[in-house]
């Protein structure tokens, strides 16, 4: 029984995700209007069959936009997430590796301060010293991001360390570089990579709400959350113009975020006594 | 003893079996069992054999993944229940028959104890709970029981916490628990077997006590054929989920029927049985000797003491000593998993003990070892081959034809061939995983084999084809053997020499293990007691 | 009491790093940080060019523009511990005065969400965990998932389109009473409850998994306090990650606080970026920060009392033992 919900969501989450990537890079073909040229004679249409997402206040098909964004969202969270992957699975095997070392220490300090910074507020400061604009949002994403990963893969690795197999390869001679890439990295990648897909459904939320809140993307790019964030004033009159943008936020984000689900029942099988 | 009396727990046809994946596996099929009032019964079998699950399946405990194919349960006073109704339909009043009725012992009894409450609470909420004592009487019944079970000051032990305690005190306390709702029954599942020779010694001489004083009736559960030869009344030989033979102790052990039994007790025997070795000649060079070692990781508790030992060419030596007592530490410092803090580890006159870096691995050559969890040292998606071939890669020994040769070649010499050098670690049984691992060790053609309990997890059986394996290979490849263990009967049927060690130190020099029994150190005495207690007189 | 100490001390540490971030984050930025921080020439209408100029030059001095870095931070961090965080320049009050007016707001919006997170999130994973692999389990994990995949400013429209305008229950303002606050704290307490129900399951399923529990069970203990014990042993990882979505809960109040109008300091940080109030930004980002060091050090004093193991000064004990029995 477990094993088939298992494969369910797992395998939900997979197709959603491919459906998703195929009608993103499929964008040009299926809806053949231009995301950012305005027609004034178009404003807040509702959806039809022409437009089956309807127009937004400068008349531009939200279709189109909502697909085009996807491009932007998808990729660059995909981006800001492997900069935080690498530096934080790098991060976290040498501080588990060289435990209670100098490097160890200076990291885990490294990682106390960042973690005082709340994503919310870092990317905050960045925009408004920085200027707003995606490339600055995805460097804070990455200057914070990288935490989590680090810490996670540092104490799998700590708990490695521990293990029998750990201190057979070491008493066969392994060297510390094969004890890091043959030994501890293995173990760490997979609970890294779990974590990683919800981290990326959860970035996607972040970015488009920065974005809503005028930090992110900036006018007239399409992106989901400054799609949002575009027709806030005119939500409450003609609510239609945020359906395809926060639909497309779901069900991205639902994607990962059931593949994740999917990988750690994988990982972690439980059994519990009848109560 | 009291075989006439009354029948206090009939099991009948029990079969259960786990589910995995789509197939069931059958564990017991069709077991039939029956408990006398006031009689110690040992149900003896090898792991795997079922023996677990039966205890589990008669206490309503098992996992959702086994399934009761039918089974009753018939307990005095006229309680009858069908197990096969426990499939998730909870129509038996568990609750009136666990704790009061049958009491569990388990394996690991600092895990059956709830890691953040005190003992004292531990025994509030199960004599409340039953409505056994009133809330101001708790306190002074579980201290009689606690002080009837040893314990001198129990007001203190009341508000420790299990984390507070060593294992022994741990299944001691878990004991008194079980015995303070005055049960009919005691089904003690491994109590000793994570335990160390004295305090498995005092277990089981308390279960035996309580037994007599209180009437009790014990199902004791074990793959140990002295625990059960010491404390049984009854013994019931399981094998694969089926009963082989029962009968009384004295006849079981003296004239065992089945064919089963007759080889597990030669087994036994065989790993027993006294050295007939003859000690190394003495020309013979010394190979490695630990000059005054010292090892502590909090300065206040050192794990290694001051500790000295030597070991000749293709000398065997064994390192004895209880859990804790810093042998394995020991092990570990030789084997350049651990930097001591102090004293020396001389090889052949250098010392290797601060090596670092490329220096150390290439002592890795000479010095190798095997652990006790054999499974858990070799990684689960690795086959054979390129397991034990993963040392000449390491230490960038020839060429992949090369590797692969002598990959085949020691994998043959400990009995893994053909198909099998293909094959996985979770594919191959847990005897196959060691033969594996010493493969891994003596592909290096190293001088000394550090053998940290390597035969301490198995069952008889194996136990024996290891270390007849062992002593092979010793006599074809001249290595030293340094082989740490708690098990006395092992170390003197195997080793030329053995050092006891207690609180991080050896008391005295190794000595000629035939001569063992002559030491005049009470501690070495003590383990000896227990461990001859163990095997020839009944506690 | 010297553990208590040293992680006081680590909070310090840990505090003084941050600023210095905070530090170079600002003097990073491009451009001249007294332009920054008196606002661009042509943005001060009321100001004539000398009089700006002037007013640059003091601050120059004032701050110790021209000085070393070093010693510009240590002025700059005297000023920060006797609070003086600027002057607000669209206000042109202390910003101190501002955030300080503001923070009750923002407080009362976490503390609510925090509630409906942890009540909720507690009882659908533990249900869940107790009903793993039926219908109903899959039911809650279905939700959660779906939930934890809706952006907060989506369910925070959808709840506004519903009940203030649809409903008419729900009024939009921008004062901070009790009457307003249910929507929001709903919002934001259903946003982050998925996570922590998650990690309720799998930390009760872990611990169902415990032998002492089967131990329990073999003594006859009702179920429900075997549930309970577990239950308790499964929440004591989770006081830290509580901790620190109060934390990230706090920063991302913006959101919500933005989509309702409700005036806690996230709102009134945003509204000054886009209004290019540096000295406001600067000083959220440091009452925020040290906000999140704070809770965490409450967090490790805390787990001390909670859990027993983590007392390392008790000692093993060792008497009322005999040698043998």
């Not at chain 1, 301060?113 to 707003?132: I, K, N």
């Not at chain 1, 806030?232 to 945020?242: A, D, G, K, T």
């Not at chain 2, 305090?199 to 559960?221: C, F, K, P």
């Not at chain 2, 003491?305 to 209880?322: F, H, K, P, Y």
Request: proline residues 4%; positive net charge.
């Amino acid at each position: 029984m477990h094993s088939t919900r298992r494969s369910v969501s797992l395998i939900a989450g997979t197709v959603l995700l491919g459906l998703l990537a195929v009608l993103i890079a499929g964008a040009h073909w299926i809806s053949p209007y231009d995301p950012v040229q305005q027609h004034a004679a178009e404003r807040l249409e509702k959806p039809s069959a022409q437009h089956p997402f309807g127009t937004d206040r400068f008349g531009r098909d939200l279709l189109a936009r909502t697909l085009h964004g996807g491009q932007i969202t998808l990729l660059s969270a995909m981006a800001a997430l492997s900069g935080a992957l690498a530096i934080g699975l790098a991060v976290g095997l040498a501080a588990g590796m060289f435990h209670n070392s100098l490097l160890d220490r200076l990291f885990m300090r490294m990682i106390d301060v960042l973690l005082a910074f709340p994503f919310m507020v870092l990317a905050m400061v960045v925009a408004a010293l920085f200027g707003t604009s995606l490339f600055h949002l995805l460097l804070a994403v990455i200057a914070v991001g990288w935490v989590t990963f680090a810490r996670l893969a540092r104490s799998v690795v700590l708990q490695a360390r521990n293990e029998t197999s750990f201190a057979a390869a070491r008493v066969l001679g392994a060297s510390n570089r094969t004890l890091i890439l043959r030994e501890l990295a293995p173990k760490a990648l997979s609970p890294v990579l779990i974590l990683a897909t919800f981290e990326l459904g959860s970035l996607i939320l972040s970015i488009a709400a920065l974005s809503f809140l005028g930090l992110g993307a900036q006018p007239p790019t399409p992106e989901w959350g400054s799609m949002l964030a575009d027709g806030r004033e005119y939500v409450l009159q003609s609510p239609h113009i945020m359906f395809g943008p926060a639909l497309f936020i779901m069900l991205s984000v639902l994607a990962f975020n059931l593949i994740g689900e999917g990988l750690r029942d994988r990982l972690d099988p439980y059994e519990k006594p009848q109560l | 003893m009291h075989a006439a009396s009354e029948a206090i727990l009939i099991v009948e046809q029990l079969q259960v079996s786990y589910r995995s994946k789509e197939q069931a596996r059958p564990i017991l099929h069709g077991l039939n069992l029956t408990l006398h009032q006031g009689e110690t019964v040992c149900l003896l079998g090898e792991s795997g054999s079922g023996k677990s699950t039966l205890a589990k399946a008669i206490t309503g405990l098992l996992p959702p993944s086994a399934q009761v194919g039918s089974g009753s349960l018939a307990l005095a006073g006229g309680i009858a229940v069908d197990l096969a109704d426990d499939n998730g339909s909870g129509s038996i009043p568990w609750q009136r028959i666990r704790g009061t009725e049958l009491a569990l012992l388990f394996q690991d009894a600092r895990q059956a104890l709830n890691p953040v409450m005190t003992i004292g609470q531990h025994f509030k909420e199960t004599l409340l709970d039953h409505r056994k004592a009133k809330p101001d009487e708790v306190e002074s019944i579980s201290c009689r029981l606690l002080r009837k079970l040893g314990f001198t000051d129990p007001l203190v032990l009341l508000s420790s916490y299990p984390f507070q305690l060593s294992g022994g005190m741990c299944q001691r306390i878990c004991l008194a628990i079980a015995l303070c709702l005055e049960p009919k029954v005691l089904i003690a599942d491994e109590p000793t077997s994570a335990l160390d020779t004295v305090s498995q010694r005092e277990v089981l001489s308390l279960i035996r006590a309580m037994q007599l004083d209180l009437g009790l009736t014990v199902l004791l559960i074990t793959h140990d054929l002295a625990v059960a030869r010491a404390v049984s009344d009854r013994v019931i030989v399981l094998d694969q989920g089926r009963l082989v033979e029962q009968g009384s102790v004295q006849r079981v052990f003296s004239q065992p029927k089945a064919l089963f039994t007759r080889q597990l007790l030669a087994y036994r025997s065989q790993v027993s049985a006294p050295a007939k070795l003859r000690s190394t000649r003495k020309s013979s060079a010394c190979l490695l000797e630990v000059r005054r070692l010292h090892k502590s990781y909090d300065a206040n508790q050192p794990i290694v003491r001051d500790a000295s030992l030597t070991l000749d060419e293709q000398e065997i030596v064994g390192v004895l000593g209880q859990s804790g007592c810093g042998k394995s530490t020991l092990a570990r410092c030789i084997a350049g998993l651990e930097t001591p803090n102090a004293g020396s580890i001389l090889l052949r006159g250098t010392d290797i003990s601060g090596l670092q870096g490329k220096a150390r691995r290439e002592i890795c050559r000479r010095i190798q070892m095997v652990f006790q969890d054999a499974r858990a040292s070799l990684h689960p998606g690795r086959t054979a081959q390129q397991l034990v071939q993963e040392p000449l890669q390491y230490l960038r020994i020839g060429n992949k034809q090369e590797r692969i040769a002598l990959a085949s070649h020691y994998l043959q010499e400990v009995g893994i061939e053909g198909e099998a050098q293909y094959r996985k670690p979770p594919q191959l049984s847990t005897g196959q995983c060691q033969r594996i691992a010493i493969a891994r060790a003596l592909v290096l053609k190293p001088e000394v084999l550090i053998c940290d309990e390597a035969v301490s997890a198995l069952d008889v059986r194996i136990q024996a084809q290891i270390l007849k394996l062992l002593k092979r290979l010793h006599k074809q490849y001249r290595f030293s053997i340094l082989m740490i263990s708690h098990d006395v009967s092992v170390l003197r049927s195997f080793c030329h020499h053995i050092a006891v060690m207690s609180d991080g130190r050896f008391q005295e020099g190794k000595q000629a293990s035939v001569r063992l029994h002559e030491s005049s150190q009470p501690h070495t005495q003590l383990l000896l007691r227990c461990a001859g207690d163990l095997e020839e007189v009944r506690i | 009491m010297a553990v208590l100490l040293r992680k006081l001390m680590e909070a310090l540490l840990t505090l003084i790093c941050a600023t210095v971030i905070l530090f170079m984050l600002i003097r990073l930025a491009p451009g001249d940080p007294a332009v920054l921080l008196l606002g661009q020439p042509s943005e001060v209408a009321a100001m004539h060019t000398e009089v700006y100029e002037q007013k640059a030059a003091e601050l120059r001095e004032q701050w110790g523009l021209d000085q070393p870095m070093a010693i510009q931070y240590v002025s700059w961090l005297g000023r920060l511990v006797q609070l003086d965080l600027g002057t607000s320049l669209h206000t042109g009050r202390a910003v101190s005065a501002e955030l300080a007016e503001r923070l009750p707001a923002t407080l009362q919006l976490t503390a609510a969400a925090l509630a409906v997170q942890l009540l909720l999130g507690f009882w659908l994973g533990i249900v869940s965990a107790l009903k793993a692999g039926t219908f109903s389990d899959q039911l809650i994990r279905l939700a959660c998932v779906t939930l934890a995949s809706t952006p907060a400013f989506v369910t925070g429209l959808c709840a506004l389109l519903l009940f203030a305008v649809t409903l008419g229950a729900y009024e939009i303002s921008s004062e901070a009473s009790w009457s307003r606050l249910w929507l929001p704290a709903l919002t934001m307490g259903l946003a982050s409850m998925p996570q922590f129900a998650r990690m309720v399951r799998a930390n009760m399923l872990a611990e169902l998994g415990q032998t002492y529990v089967l131990a329990a069970l073999s003594r006859g203990l009702a179920r429900r306090r075997v549930i309970g014990q577990a239950s308790r042993n499964a929440l004591l990882p989770l006081v830290t990650v509580t901790a620190l979505s109060a934390a990230t809960f706090a920063s991302g109040a913006v959101v919500i606080e933005s989509l309702f109008a409700w005036p806690g300091i996230g709102k009134y940080a945003l509204d000054s970026i886009l209004r290019k109030d540096y000295p406001v930004i600067q000083g959220y980002a440091f009452v925020m920060v040290t906000l999140v060091i704070l809770i965490h050090l409450c967090v490790d004093v805390l787990y001390a009392y909670i859990d027993p193991r983590l007392q390392r000064k008790r000692r093993q004990v060792t008497r009322g033992v005999n040698e043998h029995a």
